[in-house]
């Protein structure tokens, strides 16, 4: 006779998977959606303002 707990026992842990793969693609989600906002706020900056970009119009020299 099979112990009454191991159904139980193996639902709980097909529930806890189901939990930890739901946490895990989430995370993947906000991970893309933090990426995306970082990108467009990239893309706003006037280009003077990214890194390693030449401005516009040169300094005036006194």
Known sequence: MANPYDRLLTDLLNV???????CA????VEAEMAEA??????????Q???PGASPAT???LN
């Not at 806890?16 to 739901?22: K, S």
Request: aromatic share 4%; glycine share 0%; net charge negative.
């Open 37 to 46: 906002a970082a990108s467009e706020s990239v893309a706003k900056l006037p």
């Open 16 to 22: 806890l998977d189901a939990v930890d793969q739901a």
């Open 25 to 28: 693609h989430w995370q993947a």
């Open 48 to 50: 003077a303002d990214l």
């Open 58 to 60: 040169p300094p005036a």
